[in-house]
C-alpha cells in the first residue's frame, strides 16, 4: 500500500518523482552507513511508488544481497530486468549485488540485460486523444501523460479532419469591424485558415478570460478535476506542451513577500522555466501575462519600481497593467491566426515558426512604429506591450500577405566566447552567476564583474529561412548607450559580431522617457529579402545595489553594496544575494591590481588580488600569509537572503620577485588546521 499522503495519480507525477527520489537518496545513505535492513525499507516503499520503474526493484536487490537474502535477491534483480535494466555490465560489477554472483539464476539475469539492451522494450504511452465537445477540449488523465526527461505535461487533442462542407462565413469571427469583414471574406475565399484546430487556454480560473464566443471555431481548454486539484489550471503556464496551436493568457501574479512578481519575471529567473516558455515558443504557444508591478515608472516604489525585467524574450507577450490588460492582446492573436492562409499556418505549424511569426507581425504592426525601418529600433522590442498600441487590422493583412514561398526567416543564435568574472575575485557571490541563460533567440546575462567592460563573441549563424532564402544579418542597440556600445563584425556577413558593452548604471530606456531600466538590449535581426524574423536578444542586466566608481583609466576604484533592508535600491532577491559591505581596490605604481579593502561599518580587513584575507604581512607592507574566502548563503527569513562570507580551508604563503613587486605569487598551499 502507498503512504496515505502520497499524491496520486498523472497530475500528481512531479511531487512522486520528488518523493521517489528522496527515498532512494535515503536508500543509498543507508548502505553507505551500513544500515541495510533501513535500505531495503526505503527501497520496497520507492518501488511500491512507482511499480514501473526498474530502479526500485533493484535497490531492493541490493539491499537484500547485502543481508544475504539470496533467493529475496534474486526475486527483485528478476523483476528490475523484466521491466527493462539493460546495462548487464552494472549488474556483474555492483559490489553490492557481490552475494548473488553464484547463484545459479544470475547468468540468465546477465543473458536477459544484455537481451533488453539489444532489444528495448517501447515506452508505455496508452493515453488517448481528446475530441472538442462543444467547443471544449479537456486536459484530463487519460489524454496527458508526464514526460519525465523534460519535467512536462503533455496533453493530446484531435481534431476531425473528416471532408465537410464550410462552415458559414460567420463562424470564422463575430463582430470585429473591418477585422471581422476580412477574416469573414478571406475565409469564404478559402485563403485564410480560420481557427479550427487552434486552442485558447485560460490559465487563471477565467478570471480575464477571451470572448471565445467571437470565434466560433476556436476551442477552448477546460482542466479536469484531478488537474485543478494540484492547482495545474492557474497561474505561469510552465506545465503543458499541448499537440496543437495554443495561445493563452494568466491574469495572475505573486503579491506577497520578498519575491513579489509577475509571472514573466518568474519565468525569466527559474531555469525551468525559461526552458518551458523556449520550448512553447517553438512549439506553437504563445501566452500573454500582464506585469502588474513590474514595470512601471518609479524607483523602489516610489510611483513603481521602473523596469525590473532581467532580460527581454519573445517567447511570451507582456502587458502593461494588471487583470485584464491582456485580453486587447488575446484578441489580436484570435485573429491573427485566423488570418494566414492555410498553406502557410501548415508550414509554420509543422516547423514550429508559428508564434515567431505572430511575435514578428505583432512587433512591426505596432501603432509606434513610424517606418518599417523602426523595426530595428527599441520602440519596436520593449519589454511590455501597451493594448492601446495594438493595430489589429495591420496584423490580419500582414498575416493574410505571406506566401507559402517567402514566409519569415528564424533567428538563431550562439555565444562563440565571452568575458565571465570569476567568483571571489571579479565578484562575490554563493557560486557562478553571470549567464542567466542561453537560448535559440535570447542570451541573457547578469553583469557582476567589476571589470568597465563585456566582451561576447556572438554567432547569429543557425539562422535560417525554410525556403533557403539567401539571409542578411542586422544587429542594433535597442537599449542602453548606443554610442559608448561597440558591435564589431567578425566576418563579411556580419552574422558574427564582437560585443563590447561598457558598465550602464540606471537610465531611462529612451530619451525622455519616464521609465528606468538597469538592462541593456543588443536586437539581433535576419532578412530574406521579403521578411524580418522575429527578434533576437542579447542582454546585459546590471545590479542597481551597487555604486561603482571607476578611474579615468576604468579601473574600478570601489564598489559600495547596499541591502535593501538597508535604504539601497530594489534588487530581485533571485537574481542578487545583498551586501553589506564596501571595498576600495588598490594598485601598483604600474596600473596592476594588488588586491582591495573591505570595510563595514568602522572594520576594514585586506584582501590579495586573487581574493584572499591577508592574516599577515611582510615590513614593506606585502600579503605573505592568506586564507582563502567562501561565500555562502545566510537565511533571514522572512527578509531575502544575504550574502556572507567565511574563511576558507585553505592557507596560501606568497613570495616576491623584488622589492618593488607588489603582487607577488603563492609559493605554497596548506591546508588550514
Not at 503512504?3 to 495519480?9: C, I, Q, R
Not at 525585467?309 to 492573436?333: E, H, M, R, V
Request: charge should be neutral; include cysteine.
Amino acid at each position: 500500500m502507498k503512504p496515505p499522503d502520497t499524491p496520486t495519480g498523472v497530475f500528481a507525477t512531479p511531487q512522486t518523482l520528488e518523493r521517489y527520489k528522496q527515498l532512494q537518496d535515503s536508500v543509498v545513505r543507508s548502505i553507505q552507513d551500513g544500515d541495510y535492513a533501513e535500505a531495503e525499507q526505503r527501497a520496497v516503499e520507492a518501488a511500491r511508488l512507482l511499480p514501473d520503474r526498474w530502479d526500485g526493484p533493484y535497490n531492493v536487490a541490493c539491499a537484500q544481497a547485502r543481508q544475504d537474502k539470496l533467493d529475496d535477491a534474486i526475486v527483485s534483480l528478476t523483476r528490475a530486468v523484466e521491466l527493462g535494466m539493460s546495462d548487464a555490465a552494472a549488474i556483474q560489477n555492483d559490489v553490492d549485488l557481490e552475494s548473488l554472483r553464484d547463484h545459479p539464476l544470475f547468468p540468465e539475469l546477465i543473458a536477459h540485460a544484455r537481451r533488453n539492451k539489444a532489444d528495448p522494450k517501447p515506452a508505455k504511452d496508452d493515453i488517448q486523444s481528446h475530441l472538442p465537445r462543444r467547443g471544449v477540449v479537456w486536459v484530463d488523465e487519460d489524454n496527458t501523460r508526464y514526460d519525465v526527461a523534460n519535467g512536462v505535461f503533455r496533453s493530446l487533442f484531435a481534431f476531425s479532419t473528416v471532408a465537410t462542407p464550410r462552415p458559414a462565413i460567420g463562424n470564422v469571427v463575430v463582430g470585429h469591424g473591418e477585422v471581422g469583414k476580412l477574416l469573414r471574406r478571406w475565409y469564404s475565399e478559402g485563403t485564410a485558415a480560420g481557427n479550427h484546430g487552434d486552442v485558447y487556454d485560460n490559465h487563471d480560473g477565467d478570471h480575464s478570460n477571451l470572448r471565445y464566443r467571437d470565434f466560433p471555431q476556436l476551442t477552448r481548454i477546460e482542466f479536469a478535476k484531478a488537474a485543478r486539484k494540484n492547482n495545474l489550471h492557474s497561474g505561469l503556464q510552465a506545465s503543458f506542451l499541448y499537440n496543437a496551436v495554443t495561445f493563452g493568457n494568466s491574469s495572475t501574479s505573486i503579491v506577497a513577500g520578498p519575491f513579489w512578481r509577475s509571472q514573466p519575471r518568474l519565468a525569466y529567473t527559474q531555469p525551468r522555466q525559461t526552458a518551458m516558455i523556449y520550448a512553447q515558443y517553438v512549439g506553437n504557444h504563445l501566452y500573454v501575462y500582464p506585469e502588474h508591478r513590474d514595470h512601471d515608472p518609479g524607483h523602489n516604489g516610489q510611483g513603481g519600481y521602473g523596469d525590473v525585467y532581467c532580460t527581454n524574450t519573445p517567447y511570451l507577450l507582456i502587458s502593461q497593467g494588471s487583470s485584464w490588460s491582456d485580453k486587447p492582446f488575446l484578441d489580436a492573436i484570435a485573429c491573427t491566426l485566423a488570418a494566414f492562409r492555410p498553406d502557410v499556418k501548415r508550414l509554420l505549424t509543422k516547423t514550429g515558426t508559428l508564434m515567431p511569426t505572430v511575435q514578428m507581425i505583432l512587433r512591426q504592426s505596432n501603432k509606434q512604429l513610424d517606418t518599417s525601418d523602426d523595426y530595428l529600433r527599441g520602440v519596436a522590442h520593449p519589454t511590455v506591450f501597451r493594448g492601446d498600441q495594438l493595430d489589429v487590422l495591420k496584423m490580419v493583412k500582414m498575416a493574410h500577405n505571406i506566401r507559402r514561398e517567402h514566409v519569415p526567416p528564424v533567428m538563431g543564435l550562439n555565444v562563440l566566447k565571452e568575458d565571465l568574472g570569476v567568483v571571489g575575485r571579479d565578484y562575490f557571490d554563493a557560486g557562478p552567476r553571470e549567464r542567466l541563460f542561453n537560448s535559440q533567440a535570447v542570451i541573457a546575462r547578469i553583469v557582476r564583474s567589476t571589470q568597465y567592460s563585456r566582451r561576447m563573441v556572438v554567432s547569429a549563424e543557425a539562422s535560417y529561412d525554410l525556403n533557403g532564402h539567401p539571409l542578411k544579418w542586422h544587429w542594433a542597440v535597442l537599449r542602453g548607450d548606443a554610442d559608448g556600445i561597440e558591435i564589431r563584425p567578425m566576418n563579411e556577413t556580419g552574422s558574427v559580431v564582437e560585443l563590447v558593452v561598457p558598465y550602464h548604471e540606471r537610465r531611462p530606456i529612451s530619451p525622455g522617457s519616464k521609465m528606468e531600466s538597469n538592462r541593456v538590449d543588443i536586437g539581433v535581426f535576419v532578412h530574406n529579402g521579403e521578411y524580418y524574423s522575429a527578434p533576437g536578444f542579447v542582454t546585459f542586466y546590471y545590479l542597481d545595489n551597487e555604486t561603482r566608481v571607476y578611474d579615468e583609466k576604468k579601473r574600478i576604484q570601489s564598489v559600495t553594496y547596499t541591502d535593501r533592508e538597508a535604504g539601497g535600491n530594489y534588487v530581485d532577491p533571485t537574481i542578487d544575494l545583498p551586501k553589506d559591505w564596501r571595498d576600495e581596490y588598490r594598485y601598483d605604481n604600474d596600473g596592476q591590481l594588488i588586491g582591495w579593502t573591505r570595510h563595514r561599518g568602522a572594520r576594514s580587513e585586506e584582501f590579495t588580488a586573487d581574493g584572499a584575507k591577508v592574516i599577515r604581512r611582510d615590513d614593506l607592507d606585502r600579503a605573505v600569509e592568506a586564507r582563502t574566502v567562501d561565500y555562502i548563503v545566510a537565511s533571514r527569513s522572512p527578509k531575502p537572503p544575504l550574502l556572507k562570507q567565511r574563511l576558507g580551508d585553505t592557507i596560501l604563503y606568497y613570495e616576491y620577485a623584488s622589492q618593488q613587486d607588489r603582487l607577488g605569487r603563492v609559493r605554497e598551499r596548506k591546508t588550514a588546521p
